[in-house]
């Protein structure tokens, strides 16, 4: 159960576009079309913003998209806002039956 | 409209026990299976235990297997994790988590406690 592997940071100006990668294995992120990402502000709850690997939640901006290819998924932000300054975690489900989490990315609004 | 509240949380010593609970409302519990993350300071989130709807299945990650139990008493909409064996790598805030009932996603979480292992 090894956490899927994002980068520490990643970071743009208003209105740029970033982009976040999650990498796994055939076991988890290759193996389902079940990966997620949440938004997480500092001592607040998680939030749902893709699930199903590109699904948007009702409610989640449109800036939201998210892909994937082989064992990596990807979240990408476009027209950045300073709001979205937080850190996001990707998660999949597992061939054991069990999820597993990124190690979590920074993103910041410069 | 959804909501998840934890409570259970506070300070205990190594080797000691805990029990969170987890009271849910604004929809039908026992339609719902769940899970419990954690979020050690400064660090980021784990995946903890999941539990199905009719409680047929639950699976654990390999840090607390053995030694967390997660449960839920449907009459009282309320999911649990009962903690034993505490060390102080389980330092962390603990959410309670809905599993969506259309796919394998988290798609409400709660507030977090938190739970702090030290002497």
């Known amino acids: 159960q090894s956490a899927l592997t994002q980068p520490a940071s990643v970071s743009g100006s208003p209105g740029q576009s970033i982009t976040i990668s999650c990498t796994g294995t055939s076991s988890d992120v290759g193996g389902y079309n079940y990966v997620s990402w949440y938004q997480k502000h500092p001592g607040k709850a998680p939030k749902l913003m893709i699930y199903d690997v590109s699904h948007r939640p009702s409610g989640v901006s449109s800036r939201f998209s998210g892909s994937k290819s082989g064992n990596t998924a990807s979240l990408t932000i476009s027209g950045l806002h300073t709001e979205d300054e937080a850190d996001y975690y990707c998660?999949?489900?597992?061939?054991?039956?069990?999820?597993?989490f990124g190690t979590g990315t920074k993103v910041t609004v410069l | 409209q959804v909501q998840l509240v934890e409570s259970g949380g506070g300070v205990v010593q190594p080797g000691g026990s805990l029990r969170l609970s987890c009271a849910a409302s604004g929809f039908s519990f026992r339609s719902y299976g769940f899970h419990w993350v954690r979020q050690a300071p400064g660090k980021g989130l784990e995946w903890v235990a999941v539990i199905w709807s009719d409680e047929s299945y639950k699976f654990y990650a390999d840090s607390v297997r053995g030694r967390f139990t997660i449960f839920r008493d449907n009459s009282k909409n309320t999911l649990y994790l009962q903690m034993n064996s505490l060390t102080a790598e389980d330092t962390a805030v603990y959410y309670c988590a809905r599993l969506s009932g259309t796919t394998s996603t988290i798609d409400s979480w709660g507030q977090g406690t938190l739970v702090t292992v030290s002497s």
């Open positions: 998660s999949s489900y597992t061939s054991t039956s069990t999820y597993v």
